[in-house]
């Protein structure tokens, strides 16, 4: 494909020190290094901007959003792009790095993993506050993201609405009975060979060079344990919401999955929800996790508490959508602008 050739923004990538995230569970460095685009006129201007967070998909990194793709383009050339067009106004763009020894994550707070929700809310925003020329105000701060960074944006605007004025979610986690359960059996099967003992599985990966997909399957089902049913009492001990030798489900483990079910999670946070400027979702309608049904459901449960918001669906699947930021970032931009 043809790259854009008109003039470009700055890319900076600078570390940031979590006071938050030392010490966790998961023995994960609390130096974070951030990705943060600056769009033309930035550097020498006086300017201020509103300002948006990428949360990367599960295996991801805000990082990964800087590499070079010869068939599409990266996160910082479509920016390039979409203002170079005119179809955004500039604006500064912040890749975290949330990558976990669990192979990502989920941008709630939880014992087992990290407090990943109050890292991003109550340090990483305010420290970009102090070191850019950002509009420091709700109103003018959006979250967006794919996948497990979709989910991220979405809870996110229920729970930190204070924080974020609008949401885009693409391909989001949404019905966990759809969208988790069919990866259950796999993940079984794939723990049986450890005697289903999450631990001796993952100390198992840590040897391998080459992770097959079942791996990281099993892997991500593990995230969203620690994620989802932390054991407070022992934050490195996985609990699993099924029995490993017969499969059978866990009442009491799955409940606790379902408390972070965005479409179980609507009708404790409508306020939050009406409050944002602008709330985006969609889905590919062949999506092969199954979570355009979700969607479906999650924009039916928005309607019926009469809760505004844009919700499409396009004929793809799950893998490399991000070409929809052409669809939900000029409508997010445009919510938030002074």
Known sequence: ????????????????????????????????????????????GTEDYPVLYYLAAFTSSGLKALNWDGFSENLPERLDRLVGSGSIPPAIVVMPDAFTALGGNQYIDSPAVGPWASYLTRELVPWIDERFRTLPQRDHRGVFGFSSGGYGALVHGMTQADVWGGVACH??????????????????????????????????LKGKVKYRGSD??????????????????QPQKIQLPFNPETGELIEERWQNWLKWDPVEMVGNHVEALKSLKCLFLDCGFRDQYRLHHGARIMSSRLSQHGISHHYEEFDDDHSSIQYRFDVSLPLLLESLAP
């Open 1 to 44: 494909m043809l790259k854009y050739e008109g003039e470009r923004g700055h890319i900076e990538t600078i570390e940031h020190s979590s006071e938050l995230l030392k010490d966790n569970p998961l023995g994960d460095s609390p130096m974070r290094r951030v990705a943060v685009w600056t769009p033309p006129g930035y550097t020498g």
């Open 171 to 204: 391909s989001g986690d949404l019905y966990f009975p759809y969208a988790c359960i069919p990866d259950f059996p796999p993940a079984i099967d794939t723990l049986k060979r450890f005697g289903g003992d999450p631990q001796l599985f993952r100390d198992k």
């Open 216 to 233: 990281i399957m099993t892997l991500m089902t593990l995230a969203l344990c620690a994620s989802y049913d932390p054991d407070e009492s």
